[in-house]
Nanobody
């Protein structure tokens, strides 16, 4: 079992930056890919970014490409999502998730482990 805890959310003005963190425990972290997802009020959950087990591969949603960077530190069992040039439409609860396999599609949402989420609110 892998436990995930997100942190780093908060209130930020449009155009600002935030770095979200995902701390993992209870498993061999480097055996799992990690994805970030978000759910905005009244909307379905959507994929944000994913990173492979050792960081060699990453994937981003078109809506955040160029504004977000996902990274990981396996020695510290941490994954990060650096978000820049935030927009009001980025307001959502952000979740990190983990699973063993990268494929077929890391954006498909079929992850085995999920955190509780951290709220990001972007004011315009």
């Amino acid at each position: 079992q892998v436990q995930l805890v997100e942190s780093g959310g908060g209130l930020v003005q449009a155009g600002g930056s935030l770095r979200l963190s995902c701390a993992a425990s209870g498993g061999t972290f480097s055996r799992h890919i990690v994805g970030w997802f978000r759910r905005a009020p009244g909307k379905e959950r959507e994929f944000v970014a994913a990173i492979s087990r050792f960081g060699a591969s990453t994937d981003y949603a078109d809506s955040v490409k160029g504004r977000c960077t996902i990274s990981r530190d396996n020695a510290k069992n941490m994954v990060f999502l650096q978000m820049r040039t935030l927009r009001s439409e980025d307001t959502a609860v952000y979740y990190c998730a983990a699973r063993a396999a990268w494929g077929p599609n890391p954006a498909d949402g079929t992850y085995d482990y999920w955190g509780q989420g951290t709220q990001v609110t972007v004011s315009s």
